[in-house]
């Protein structure tokens, strides 16, 4: 168990739907990543967001938004979802130190089916 | 921009033998870190280790060690003593100091044999 937590596990809906992804960062982590895992594009980076802030962005479509709450939670809201965003969504957490982050810990992934 | 590939799909090793799994990267930046992770077949990403680039010895961590080849900007992952419960998918990654976008390889599919 790596401390992080998300939910739903599981979560199917329709085309054109909109979801929302939650997170809980492991006790101490001030950092929050989304990652989303596909067969045909691997493991991406979506965005990262470090006490509140956002920090760093990466292939996060604009159809897709995050936060991160004062008590360190994370949601992941995916809107005018599309075939295309089924995929296994994880979130990670880390403690950064002085020389820059460490490895990051995953949370077991919210899987989404788009139908 | 940084890139990590990993040139084996699948690799199969026989139980209680090591196994080597390879990895190399290219970045620009002489800061960065180095992890490998495992997904099972359910699903979670197990962080296993880890190495920066300014280390001066391979990182070990139990059964699992990173053969840290700088100049040839490899980091290749050694299990020793293969275990059936080792059998998943294995994942190479890469960050650098000043940027927390974590690349990930395309993986490696380890199958243990009895």
């Known amino acids: 168990d790596s401390g992080v937590t998300q939910t739903p596990k599981h979560l199917i809906t329709a085309t054109g739907q909109r979801v929302t992804l939650r997170c809980s960062p492991r006790?101490?982590?001030?950092?929050v990543y989304w990652y989303q895992q596909s067969l045909d594009q691997g493991l991406q980076f979506l965005i990262q967001?470090?006490?509140?802030?956002?920090?760093a962005k990466g292939n996060i479509l604009e159809r897709f938004s995050a936060q991160q709450f004062p008590d360190l939670h994370s949601e992941l809201n995916l809107s005018s979802l599309e075939l295309g965003d089924s995929a296994l969504y994880f979130c990670?957490?880390?403690?950064?130190?002085?020389?820059?982050?460490?490895?990051?810990?995953f949370g077991p992934g919210t899987r989404l089916t788009v139908t | 921009a940084q890139k990590i590939t990993q040139t084996q799909p699948g690799m199969f090793v026989q139980e209680k033998e090591a196994v080597t799994l390879d990895c190399t990267y290219d970045?620009?930046?002489?800061?960065?870190?180095l992890f490998w992770y495992k997904q099972p077949s359910s699903g979670e990403m197990i962080f296993l280790i880890y190495q920066g680039s300014y280390d001066q010895q391979n990182a070990t961590e139990g059964r699992y060690s990173l053969n840290f080849q700088k100049a040839r900007k490899s980091a290749n992952l050694v299990i020793s003593a293969s275990q059936l419960g080792d059998s998943a998918m294995y994942f190479c990654a890469m960050t650098q100091y000043n940027n927390n976008d974590m690349r990930f390889g395309a993986g490696t599919r380890l199958t243990v044999k009895p």
């Open positions: 990670a957490s880390s403690l950064e130190g002085a020389r820059g982050p460490r490895e990051q810990y």
């Open positions: 967001y470090y006490n509140g802030e956002e920090r």
């Open positions: 970045t620009s930046d002489p800061s960065y870190g």
């Open positions: 006790s101490g982590d001030l950092s």
